[in-house]
């Protein structure tokens, strides 16, 4: 399953994908959360904290300035740019997925 949450800004869709992320995982389904907003603030609502969730952007603005390569395939991506959020969920924040392996 894939879900993604979009609207309008200030509308909650932080806060309702770090619910229904925390809720599925805890329900037993394997999560990967990405956060791929201009105003990356996903891992706090996770509760990865203040420190880790910075990491992670710094990761992708190395990224979108070209200091840094794109990960070849998903699982190098979250390997490489994830991290572990509370009840199991995985978080990366990214700036864009090049050639998306379908299924």
């Not at 070849?72 to 700036?95: E, H, K, N, Q």
Request: charged share 30%.
């Amino acid at each position: 399953m894939r879900v993604a949450v979009v609207g309008k800004g200030g509308s909650g869709k932080t806060t309702t994908s770090a619910i229904l992320a925390r809720s599925l995982a805890r329900g037993g389904a394997r999560v990967v959360a990405l956060d791929c907003d201009t105003n990356p603030n996903l891992g706090i609502s996770l509760g990865v904290g203040d420190e880790e969730t910075e990491r992670l952007v710094v990761m992708r603005e190395a990224l979108d300035e070209g200091e840094s390569e794109h990960a070849p395939s998903w699982d190098s991506l979250i390997d490489r740019f994830g991290t572990d959020a509370p009840d199991g969920v995985r978080l990366a924040v990214v700036s864009r997925i090049e050639d998306p392996e379908p299924g």
